[in-house]
Nanobody, 121 residues
């Protein structure tokens, strides 16, 4: 069974930085696309950043120029470097990975358990 484990969340002052990591454990044949989402209290989950198998990235307008998503296929890991953090970035951040567990199987989306990011003003 595949499990996604996130780390790197925490409390930081406005203007600070955090780096989130999400590692997929288990037997994995191929890591395709990855992404980070966030959900603030009382709000819907929203896409923060995504990266394709070909390393094409996409960002929410609110984080462009401040956040950077990257992936390491060999380590089955996706990262989110967050700089110039703002109080409005406060949310639970979830990673998403599209994984193919066996070469003959189709790929599925898997989710992490979420990590809290709190930015104080």
């Amino acid at each position: 069974q595949v499990q996604l484990v996130e780390s790197g969340g925490g409390l930081v002052q406005a203007g600070g930085s955090l780096r989130l990591s999400c590692v997929a454990s288990g037997t994995i044949s191929k890591f395709n696309d990855g992404g980070w989402y966030r959900q603030a209290p009382g709000k819907q989950r929203e896409l923060v950043a995504s990266i394709t198998n070909g390393a094409i990235t996409n960002y929410a307008d609110s984080v462009k120029g401040r956040f950077t998503i990257s992936k390491d296929n060999a380590k089955n890991t996706v990262y989110l470097q967050m700089n110039s953090l703002r109080p409005e970035d406060t949310a639970v951040y979830y990673c998403n990975m599209n994984l193919q567990l066996r070469s003959w199987m189709r790929a599925y989306d898997y989710w992490g358990q979420g990590t809290q990011v709190t930015v104080s003003s």
